[in-house]
């Protein structure tokens, strides 16, 4: 399996070069040049497997240039029990005979970026013995709350590898900043950006591309990759989820093998729901691709209209991990749509940097508009909603999961499509705690509460269990303070390796 870049279809490496690497040297990103199909038969033999073996199948008919292993070795260690509760790494929980949720948050950060993270790490270092690099490993991340400590939590202490991340100011959970601002580990540094996620993410990817920055660093003995969702080695396990979660309904009798599904994912950078479609178009039976937007709603615009247009009003709303203007991963989506055309993907990339918007083809937009639906929804419905499933299932979801549920209900509404649904679910509720406890309980004056009460409060009211690694918090140091303007990222970037 070979993998071209976006922008420049003539460039043809290895997944090993695309891991390392993490972005296309002119900014494009990498993506297979075809993609492996799964028969019906296939997708049952996975049935009778465990996560982790589903994993290294699935992943394997990706990277074939590691061997079948090495990546046994990498799920196995990366979805061990112990970090995420059970051999069951991504249960699925059933509220109804149609709906159906799949619980991505039961690794040791509590978000669903540990899916990816907690195997990246195994994947990037066997990437740089394959790729001959000597050269220590720097792996910048921009984060919207969860990547960060996920990527933090894979890669600290991994030897060759420095880790830095950066994060909108005010624009992650007070209980996210803290995972961030406690980090262990000898190789890792945070700070915050004046700004929002689109600052940091752009503040990146202008770093990957300083060729000369570039050079001055390999001289001193470093490389750059990504952890962000922008490297393949990021984005393919995440495909592994969607096969997972079909499997387990197959196993549940929820459905017969064959039986389309329809798919809910809450998203703002798009490599969520692009891993849905990836897994579509590899034979999984998915009817319709449902995307979630919260009041920062580009991605709902687009798919309705094809016109992708960032000139907006930027919001801070209660589902922080979706408050992003310029979904990165929709390249990959546009390439697919427009067979490999790497100049209109240039045309569309340079008139969304100079312009901040760009508008499809016709032919792409029907294919965009037969293959999804989206809808959105702002912060006084999410609470409705996260009080309404908790009332009616005695389900507490986070405030991502909550949006995805109500554009599902919307998507019912509107269309009559009863297909049983699989909503992905993306954190959980204890690291949103104030917006979710104020939901479940209303009531409770909330003001004089710290982070620890406030998650003391929602253990009571929604009668769940703490996390661990949440409530230890509590007893850390803070490591990390630093705030830098946007402009000055490169310069914190030399700081930390200095």
Not at 20 to 25: A, D, L, R
Not at 413 to 440: H, L, Q, R
Request: with cysteine.
């Amino acid at each position: 399996m070979k993998y071209q870049s976006t922008r420049n279809n003539s460039v043809c490496v290895e997944s090993a070069y695309a891991i390392g690497n993490g972005i296309s040297p002119e900014g494009g990103l990498y993506v297979p040049e075809s993609l492996p199909t799964l028969t019906l038969d296939d997708i049952c033999a996975l049935c009778s497997l465990k996560y982790k073996e589903r994993a290294s199948k699935i992943l394997g008919l990706f990277l074939t240039d590691y061997t079948a292993e090495e990546l046994d070795y990498c799920a196995e260690n990366a979805y061990l029990a112990s970090k995420f509760g059970s051999e069951n790494t991504a249960p699925v929980v059933s509220l109804s005979d149609s709906l159906n949720i799949l619980e991505l948050w039961h690794g040791p950060t509590c978000a669903f970026k540990d899916m990816a993270l907690q195997i990246l790490p195994y994947l990037l270092k066997l990437a740089i013995k394959k790729n001959g690099e000597e050269k220590e490993v720097v792996i910048l991340v921009a984060t919207s709350g969860d990547t960060g400590k996920a990527a933090l939590e894979g890669f600290k202490d991994v030897e060759g590898t420095k880790i830095q991340v950066f994060y909108p100011v005010d624009g992650v959970s007070k209980i996210q900043k803290l995972q961030m601002a406690t980090q262990s580990g000898a190789n890792v540094d945070i700070c915050a950006v004046k700004g929002n996620f689109d600052d940091a993410q752009t503040g990146v990817k202008k770093i990957f591309t300083n060729n000369d920055y570039k050079k001055e660093l390999s001289s001193r003995g470093y490389t750059f990759s990504s952890a962000n969702s922008i490297n393949w080695g990021r984005l393919a396990p995440q495909i592994v989820y969607y096969f997972s979660a079909y499997c387990d309904l197959l196993n549940s009798k929820k459905i017969n093998a064959g039986d389309k599904i329809n798919v809910v994912v809450p998203t703002g950078n798009f490599g969520n729901i692009l891993a849905a479609f990836y897994a579509k178009m590899m034979g999984l039976p998915i009817n319709k691709l449902i995307c979630a937007s919260n009041t920062n709603n580009i991605l709902t615009d687009f798919i309705n209209t094809g016109v992708y247009d960032r000139n907006r009003s930027f919001f801070t709303t209660d589902s922080p991990s979706m408050d992003i203007l310029i979904s990165s991963n929709l390249e990959r989506l546009l390439y697919h749509l427009s067979e490999g055309n790497d100049a209109l993907i240039r045309e569309y990339m340079s008139s969304l940097e100079k312009d901040g918007k760009y508008t499809v083809s016709d032919e792409i937009k029907s294919k965009v508009s037969e293959l999804f639906a989206a809808d959105c929804c702002d912060d006084k419905e999410t609470a409705q909603t996260i009080s309404k499933y908790f009332d009616k299932y005695s389900y507490v979801p986070d405030t991502h999961t909550a949006v995805a549920l109500n554009v599902y209900e919307k998507y019912v509404a509107k269309t009559g499509d009863n297909t049983v649904t699989v909503v992905a679910s993306t954190a959980n509720p204890f690291k949103f705690n104030k917006a979710v406890v104020s939901a479940i309980a209303p009531d409770v004056s909330l003001d004089d509460k710290d982070e620890f009460e406030l998650l003391e409060l929602l253990a009571q009211k929604g009668n769940i269990d703490i996390p661990v690694q949440l409530s230890e918090l509590k007893t850390k140091a803070v490591r990390f303070d630093d705030v830098c303007c946007k402009e000055d990222m490169i310069k914190q970037t030399d700081k930390f390796l200095n």
